[in-house]
């Protein structure tokens, strides 16, 4: 076989009707101020946890919209919930509270699946 220096990348395609969106339910419920988020990222740019790792809440909740809850439950729990992200936000989303829901989403609904 020739090697021509690339190759084919994996497929990316989001199957929405395979994935769950229990996660997000779960957090509007609690927290309905998670729909007026629009991912500006300023949340990120305020974040302690995103400065050291590989954090970012304005992606957790994006994943959270797809319903992609493994990605979710690898990063979720590096928040350590001081608030920045809430000063920040210039939606005034309740950020700290989306991101402690969605740590208790993932324990009642991926803790088993991890």
Do not use: W
Request: net charge positive.
């Amino acid at each position: 076989m020739i090697e021509f220096g690339y190759k084919v990348s994996p497929d990316r395609q989001i199957d929405f009707e395979m994935n769950s969106r229990r996660v997000l339910e779960f957090i509007k419920k609690e927290e309905p101020t998670i729909d007026i988020c629009m991912s500006c990222g300023t949340c990120s740019s305020a974040c302690t946890a995103a400065q050291t790792t590989e954090y970012s809440l304005f992606r957790l909740i994006l994943l959270a919209r797809r319903g992609e809850e493994k990605e979710i439950s690898e990063t979720v729990f590096r928040c350590r919930l001081c608030g920045k992200c809430m000063i920040a936000c210039p939606r005034n989303v309740n950020t700290r509270n989306i991101v402690y829901l969605m740590q208790k989403a993932i324990i009642k609904y991926c803790s088993h699946e991890v």
